[in-house]
């Protein structure tokens, strides 16, 4: 069974400073996302990685994927407040055809201060 | 941009009636999806649909749910008879193929009193 473990569980950090979570997973998949969840909203989609060595970037929240160490890491740089969600990385263990599944983490709740 | 609904947005029923929740999952999309949130918790994976059909279900789908795509748009999930452990946020989403993100519906907020 495919087990995904992010830490922490909760990040209380200040304005302008850098963080990192990590998102462990316990089989081989190259496929990794990562999500944004607002209180009593949906997930919002942020970054896909589909490769050993991936890495994304969209404004001050980098990704990567290392799937030999089945390692994904999200990194906030000068973390401002409206950063302040659940992220929630998740893996696809599927494996082709019709098994595309997401395995979800238990999520980060990140709250910036100012 | 397209995206994926669902109706109702909040739900309130009494232990042992039926529900159905509805979405439209986006047009050109091939995968379909359940996924449940149980409050402060992780997302859960229900059921997966592929094909007209499902490809795979988790240990939580048991006989009490099911699901279909009635009409090539809508997508649907009854709980025959609801416990007050289906209490939860039900996510559907919808993906296009296996190296794009799945998309996800606002959510529909089950309470079952």
């Known amino acids: 069974e495919l087990k995904v473990e992010q830490n922490p569980l909760f990040l209380s950090m200040q304005e302008g400073k850098n963080y990192t979570i990590y998102c462990n997973y316990s089989t081989t998949s190259d496929r990794l996302y990562w999500y944004r969840q607002d209180p009593g909203k949906s997930l919002e989609s942020l970054f896909v990685?589909?490769?050993?060595?991936a890495v994304k970037q969209e404004g001050r929240l980098m990704a990567s994927l290392d799937t030999k160490a089945r390692l994904s890491t999200l990194h906030i740089t000068a973390a401002v407040h409206d950063l302040s969600a659940t992220y929630f990385c998740?893996?696809?263990?599927?494996?082709?055809?019709?098994?595309?599944?997401?395995?979800f983490g238990k999520g980060t709740l990140l709250t910036v201060n100012p | 941009e397209p995206e994926v609904t669902q109706t109702p947005s909040h739900q309130v029923t009494q232990m042992g009636q039926e529900v159905i929740l509805r979405c439209v999952p986006i047009s050109n999309h091939l995968y379909f999806y359940w996924y449940r949130q149980i409050l402060g918790q992780k997302v859960e994976f229900l059921v997966s649909?592929?094909?007209?059909?499902?490809?795979?279900k988790s240990e939580i789908f048991d006989d009490q749910f099911s699901v279909e795509r009635p009409d090539g748009s809508n997508f649907t999930l009854k709980i025959r008879s609801t416990k007050l452990e289906d209490s939860a946020m039900y996510f559907c989403?919808?993906?296009?193929?296996?190296?794009?993100?799945?998309?996800f519906g606002q959510g529909t907020r089950l309470t079952v009193v």
């Open positions: 998740a893996v696809d263990r599927g494996s082709g055809g019709s098994n595309y599944k997401l395995t």
């Open positions: 649909f592929y094909n007209n059909e499902i490809s795979e």
């Open positions: 990685l589909l490769s050993n060595g």
């Open positions: 989403a919808s993906k296009r193929d296996g190296n794009t993100e799945a998309f």
